[in-house]
């Protein structure tokens, strides 16, 4: 389609609604682009091939420090390996040491990589009052539960007392943790 121009009375060139418009300019020189960089195909693995993450729960008796020793989990040396991680969490959940793998030395007997530790006994834990919860028969299916702010909270439980006596066991439970200092 051919522009037309029309000629205003200032001299001015005015474009008519429904054609093309007058040559745009193009640029000189088309770039390419660079390649895309990306893994091979053998570089990526699931992550339970690729590497593993090993759990490990410290006893009671063992403290933060214990566990930040890099003999702490020595036994285990055979199968753990470069690029796995070691997530070590507290019997009563004090602390969590994660280790992602650099190095298994074999002559210091030492287990090499980064640590992140979490001391969980300096942070407030966070527990819903539960004193607005209710007790609902939610089907055939699912049975008696305990629901609370429109959320399923527990579900499955045979007879109404059973859901209640799981609804006191988390109330006593939250006035206990409530009480605990560290």
Known sequence: MASKTVTSAADESVAVPGTAPPSAPTPDV????????????????????????WRV?????HTIEQAQD??????????????????????????????????????????????????????????????????????NTLLWGVVHDGQVLASGFETQREAEAYLFKKQVRRQAVKGVRF
């Open 57 to 61: 729960t410290a006893q009671v008796d």
């Open 70 to 139: 890099l003999r702490y989990c020595w036994h285990k040396h055979a199968e753990i390996k470069p690029g796995d991680t070691v997530i070590i969490t507290h019997k009563l959940w004090f602390y969590i040491v994660e280790i992602l793998v650099k190095e298994v030395d074999m002559e210091a007997k030492a287990i090499l990589g980064w640590y992140r530790v979490r001391d969980l006994t300096q942070e407030e834990l966070h527990t819903p009052d539960l004193a607005d919860a209710e007790l609902t028969w939610l089907g």
């Open 30 to 53: 088309v770039r390419p682009r660079p390649p895309r960089v990306q893994a091979r195909s053998d570089d990526i693995k699931l992550g339970d091939h690729g590497a593993n993450t």
